[in-house]
């Protein structure tokens, strides 16, 4: 067994052995943890054992699956998806501590749900033959859903159904690309497979590659939350889980821009460069919109909804500026909103269980209550803006790089975006933590906790590292995003 099946086996077990436990609330947590942190011990080794000097992808494995379709259970790692894999085993043992105390209700399928989350989630990232990779994202969908219909709060069972709504109308959009390629590969080779190593050399013509590329997009943009297919986002994540949340913002939000960088532009480059204009201004609208609408969210979690599609939309700049800093820009990013964004919400959670609410009109003067808690929120929301010494700010500088040169007046709207939302976090750091103390009964202890530090504390560590030292990541993404830029331009294969 190699250690990407690992990966992806330890989590499923993990699942398989809480559903075995039932109802035992107190050894869900253990064992739901316990699973998460060797899974995240195995994505370390292959880390490890990574070669940052290959473009390819390695420790391929390969089984037959169903030979009549041509489709096999083919796993790969390259530099696009291992920090990816990296961020997902990072993220889940802290979602799991997240709502160690809060999720009583249901806890063994609650932790169920989470472990067979991060498995698909996994297998989204290293699945190579595309079949695969299809059946983990529709897959994975489910258990999202479930997570915040039973273990939400609020208008739960309406955000669930947006959720589903609006992903799976996209993931039908992809499917129905796949199927069509799929069906031209089997013509053209004279075999049927899904391998995406194959599915490179496919012969299009321009028009049936702009269509299909269109369609790909469209699909790939609802879970890249980009106007106007965001609308289910805020709902969702003002509604979803502790952990719930981690999940939903800090990974998934991350899955329709790996299907670009994996599928969309590699397979249709020639239509992605035709397409380019009209999507770096759908992505600057998305930068402004989603900054200013936030400006007017009172709730805490509805506010990050908003913001999270300017962060989105940054991403996307990145991916179609087409040169290798904007796409390591956005891969950057990718990881680094994933961080800050669960440290946000675990801070948010903590709120929530001290004061019984998310609205910001309700909070205030929590600094001098909460002082420890106060200063890990700073440091949060100055790794949101970008500030230098901090992972947020390598991205998006790498991203505006790309774009001054090549169009000035598209970089200022998208900085104007970037302030915008720099004004919003602030505002919400002064609301919540200077001023008045809240007069609002508070339950429990103020100031964080062991269990709520030890959540919080290796994600600002690895904030910091990222910021100061961002070549011990970037390093391992060079050859990969020359082969991609290369494939955007026309001049490439995919290394076989």
Not at 76 to 84: A, E, K, M, P, R
Not at 354 to 379: D, H, S
Request: some cysteine.
């Amino acid at each position: 067994m190699g250690l990407l099946s690992l990966c992806l086996i330890t989590p499923a077990t993990g699942a398989i052995v809480l559903s075995l436990l039932g109802r035992r609330a107190g050894w869900a947590r253990v064992v739901a943890f316990a699973s998460s942190v060797v899974t995240f011990a195995v994505s370390l080794l292959v880390w490890a054992r990574f070669d940052a000097s290959r473009a390819d992808y390695q420790m391929v494995e390969s089984l037959p699956w169903i030979p009549s379709l041509g489709a096999s259970f083919v796993l790969g790692v390259d530099g696009i998806s291992l920090f990816l894999i990296l961020l997902t085993t990072f993220l889940v043992p802290l979602a799991i501590l997240s709502g160690w105390k809060s999720v009583n209700e249901k806890a063994g399928a609650y932790f169920v749900h989470l472990l067979a989350v991060e498995a698909l989630m996994l297998g989204f990232f290293m699945a190579v033959d595309v079949f695969l990779l299809y059946v983990f994202w529709t897959a994975m969908l489910v258990p999202i859903a479930l997570l915040i219909e039973d273990w939400g709060s609020g208008r739960t069972t309406a955000a669930a159904t947006k959720f589903i709504g609006f992903t799976m109308a996209g993931n039908l959009l992809v499917l129905a690309v796949i199927l069509f390629c799929s069906h031209v590969h089997n013509i053209q080779s004279g075999s049927p497979s899904f391998d995406l190593r194959l599915w490179m050399g496919l012969v299009l013509d321009p028009a049936t590659q702009n269509g299909l590329f269109l369609a790909a997009f469209l699909g790939f943009a609802v879970t890249m939350v980009l106007p106007p297919f965001h609308l289910w986002h805020p709902d969702a994540l003002a509604n979803a889980p502790a952990g719930g949340g981690v999940i939903l913002a800090g990974i998934f939000l991350k899955v329709g821009a790996f299907g670009l960088l994996r599928l969309a532009v590699p397979l249709f480059p020639q239509a992605a460069r035709s397409w380019e204009a009209a999507i770096v201004t759908l992505a600057v609208v998305g930068i402004l919109w989603g900054a200013a609408r936030s400006l007017f969210e009172g709730s805490l979690k509805r506010r990050l909804g908003f913001l999270n599609v300017t962060h989105l939309g940054l991403v996307t700049l990145g991916i179609f500026s087409f040169r290798a800093i904007g796409v390591e820009g956005a891969l950057y990013l990718m990881w680094s909103h994933g961080l800050f964004v669960a440290a946000y919400l675990i801070l948010v959670e903590i709120l929530n269980e001290r004061w019984c609410t998310y609205e910001v009109r309700e909070l205030g003067g929590l600094l001098r209550a909460m002082p420890l808690f106060g200063v890990l929120f700073f440091l949060t929301a100055m790794a949101f803006i970008g500030v230098p010494g901090l992972n947020g700010f390598v991205g998006i500088a790498r991203i505006f790089e790309a774009w001054i040169d090549a169009s000035p007046a598209l970089a200022a709207a998208a900085g104007l975006g970037v302030l915008i939302a720099a004004v919003s976090i602030l505002k919400t750091y002064k609301e919540t933590m200077l001023g008045p103390l809240t007069s609002r009964k508070q339950a429990g202890r103020l100031d964080l906790g062991l269990r709520e530090l030890l959540t919080l504390t290796p994600l600002i560590l690895v904030i910091l590292w990222m910021g100061l030292s961002p070549q011990s990541f970037l390093r391992f993404t060079e050859r990969s995003v020359e082969v991609f830029v290369s494939r955007a331009a026309g001049g490439a294969v995919f290394p076989e």
